[in-house]
């Protein structure tokens, strides 16, 4: 502002060219032509107060012009009536608002953009005793053998109760069917009780053939469901959300648990110490690694 005041007294009380008043003040002729034009423009006239001067060559900005906006979920709602498009509810738009409708490119582009926002979800209930999401974690622990140096891969069994995630874990050497089987019988020990439905992942000691209707079961894995008078409801192939339970639960096992002993080095599988985690309390390591 004080620049402005220094062109404009340059030029009106001292009389001074553009060129000089550019050189005197650290500015472009440009600039200097823009400054006298503007107050050229405004007819203003020397000496004027610096307020005046301020609002005359920069006046306030109109705020920007407010739309009403329509009711997009209530567009949403009316597109499923057959024959009705947006152009035929941009103009009832239009008729009840007048000068405040949006144009139809805006008001299209808008319900676009609120469509992209809405999510479907379906919240999933559990019911207690309903379900046990089984799952192995991705990572595996290494176990050395004393006597040779040998190292193995073992694997980690998560099992999650529905209603409360209240999960159990253990390290078995694969996910073979035997040890798949062995996993599902301390599992039901470890909890005390059988639930309605065993929902495994994919695997193919679960799931010989994976279907998203009728998904063929291990004989063997339906005979302990039999045994245990439960049943086997495997998640659906490419439905994550079928198995969120499990996979939380392979999170939490390997966060707070495998995490937490990446440095340490095991030597066998012995069971006499295995644990469990409740929400995302920390647990010891269960299959006694």
């Not at 472009?28 to 423009?41: E, I, W």
């Not at 920007?64 to 498009?85: M, S, W």
């Not at 004393?146 to 999650?160: D, P």
């Amino acid at each position: 502002m004080r620049q402005i005041i220094e062109v404009l007294r340059l030029k009106y009380e001292a009389g001074l060219s553009h060129e000089r008043i550019a050189r005197a003040c650290g500015l472009s002729k440009g600039v200097v032509g823009k400054y006298v034009s503007l107050a050229t423009g405004q007819g203003i006239t020397w000496p004027l107060p610096e307020a005046r001067l301020e609002a005359q060559l920069f006046p306030a900005k109109t705020p920007p012009e407010r739309f009403a906006e329509p009711d997009y979920f209530q567009v949403h709602q009316e597109l499923k009536t057959k024959g009705v498009t947006l152009q035929l509810l941009w103009a009832e738009y239009v008729e009840r608002h007048g000068d405040k409708a949006r144009r139809y490119s805006q008001f299209c582009h808008h319900y676009r953009l609120w469509r992209g926002r809405q999510r479907r979800s379906m919240r999933q209930v559990h019911r207690a005793g309903e379900k046990i999401f089984i799952d192995y974690c991705g990572p595996t622990v290494p176990v050395v053998d004393r006597s040779t140096g040998e190292m193995r891969k073992a694997q980690v069994f998560v099992a999650v109760l529905g209603a409360s995630s209240y999960t159990f874990a253990e390290a078995t050497w694969s996910q073979s069917l035997p040890d798949w089987i062995a996993s599902h019988q301390r599992m039901l020990a470890f909890y005390g009780g059988v639930p309605e439905l065993l929902v495994p992942d994919n695997l193919k000691a679960a799931v010989t053939k994976a279907d998203r209707y009728t998904p063929q079961i291990n004989e063997t894995y339906a005979e302990l469901a039999a045994h245990y008078q439960t049943a086997v409801l495997p998640a659906r192939p490419y439905k994550p959300k079928d198995k969120a339970k499990a996979e939380a639960g392979v999170l939490l096992v390997e966060r707070w648990i495998l995490a937490r002993l990446r440095h340490r080095t095991f030597f066998s599988l012995a069971r006499g110490h295995r644990g469990a985690a409740t929400g995302t309390q920390p647990a010891s390591v269960p299959g006694a690694l």
